[in-house]
């Protein structure tokens, strides 16, 4: 996610005022208060607004977002800025605005809930650094005086989405079952490792959520299709046979890990698939990826849940990354995945294009509701296929086990 090069010139940061969500409900009010906020200033070429309502489906996928992730405040020219979620939220309004009109808000993340996953002497710096109005925890990650709330309710957002579909409500209506939800978050988490915040990410959302599952004996798949690979989530499943994190990835590329001999340790060796693609991959290198390596992996595990670290900065119009990926392959690779547990969870990552990030969230949203929806072409041929089959090989041999 990070991006070193770019200028931060300070500027004053927005405060976060006060606001009428219930802080400890689960399962708080929708909100609507977005509004502006699902516009962003740019439409995707070719992609006209679609709504397809009216009859022809029955709009059953939770979205749980809240406008108070617009405070999160990184500062001037920041690539990981407030637009990115504008963005995201527009895709899936253009899909059906009632799925954000009966979208919920996100509980906090509780203090204990956060030290499943990360040290208390991190959850202080961090919570400290925002009292002093804000800073920078590492050269790429900037936060402002309400970060430290939009983390932890970046995290509850997950948690959130796991209560409530493992309760079978729906967003508008009565109990139906949902078996999907998309959560349109910011700060992002997968970077933050259990002592340290990094690489745009306060908390690690998506980490904390697992733990919590396992911790109450679920079986729990990560799949992780950001063009960076998510260290932190990594290091915290490295040693442990209840999660299964796998990672289609960049490399080389920040942070510098994922390489394909990472594997995990001790009773968790084999439950940590890396995929490391090199620079110009394409969906169809992905797609490869996943159906040789990161499905059968997932299939042999058997998960009780799938939660899909879904970074939209795979996307060639990406001002970070190399990768080859066109929005529809994003819609792509979440069909595939959550075919493979009775509940999906997908987690809005990195994505730092506007327009990418909106038609790819368009993609997906449509596929987490069981909607085959292309704004563009899916992407063809590209490199890295000798890396899938390495891959699959390591991965034939845990199956052999």
């Not at 327009?355 to 063809?380: I, K």
């Amino acid at each position: 996610m990070p991006h070193n090069d770019t200028p931060r010139v300070p500027v004053g940061l927005r405060g976060c005022g006060s606001r009428s969500c219930s802080l400890r409900s689960r399962a708080a009010r929708a909100t609507a208060s977005l509004g502006s906020a699902s516009e962003p200033d740019n439409t995707p070429p070719g992609l006209a607004p679609k709504r397809v309502g009216g009859g022809q489906y029955d709009p059953a996928m939770l979205v749980i977002t809240d406008e108070r992730f617009l405070d999160h405040d990184t500062g001037y020219r920041h690539p990981e800025r407030p637009d990115r979620l504008r963005a995201a939220l527009a895709g899936v309004a253009d899909v059906d605005t009632e799925l954000l009109a009966g979208g919920r808000s996100p509980r906090r993340a509780e203090r204990d809930e956060l030290e499943l996953v990360h040290s208390a002497a991190m959850i202080d710096r961090v919570s400290a650094i925002a009292e002093h109005g804000g800073g920078h925890l590492d050269a790429d990650t900037a936060m402002g005086p309400a970060s430290f709330d939009a983390a932890r309710l970046a995290a509850g957002a997950v948690l959130s989405a796991v209560e409530q579909l493992a309760a079978g409500t729906e967003s508008s209506g009565p109990a139906r079952g949902d078996s999907e939800a998309y959560c349109l978050v910011r700060p992002p988490g997968h970077h933050a490792t259990p002592s340290t915040s990094m690489g745009f990410c306060l908390f690690n959302s998506v980490a904390v959520a697992a733990a919590l599952l396992a911790a109450d004996g679920q079986r729990v798949a990560i799949v992780d299709v950001d063009a960076h690979h998510g260290n932190g989530t990594q290091d915290v499943f490295w040693d442990r046979d209840d999660v299964l994190y796998a990672s289609i990835h960049q490399y080389p590329l920040y942070p510098g890990t994922g390489a394909l001999g990472e594997r995990g340790a001790g009773a968790g060796e084999g439950c940590t698939v890396n995929v490391p693609l090199p620079p110009g991959a394409t969906g169809n290198t992905a797609r490869a990826a996943l159906d040789e390596v990161i499905v059968p992996a997932v299939e042999r595990f058997a998960p009780d849940w799938m939660l899909i670290s879904a970074g939209y900065d795979g996307h060639r119009a990406d001002p970070l990354t190399g990768l080859g990926y066109s929005a529809s392959d994003y819609g792509d690779f979440v069909r595939r995945l959550m075919a493979l547990a009775p509940r999906t969870v997908a987690v809005l990552e990195g994505g730092y294009d506007l327009d990418a990030t909106r038609a790819s969230s368009y993609a997906v949203a449509g596929a987490l509701l069981g909607l085959d929806l292309h704004p563009e072409p899916a992407s063809g041929a590209g490199p890295g296929m000798e890396v899938v089959e390495a891959a699959a090989r390591l991965s034939a041999l845990d199956g052999n086990r």
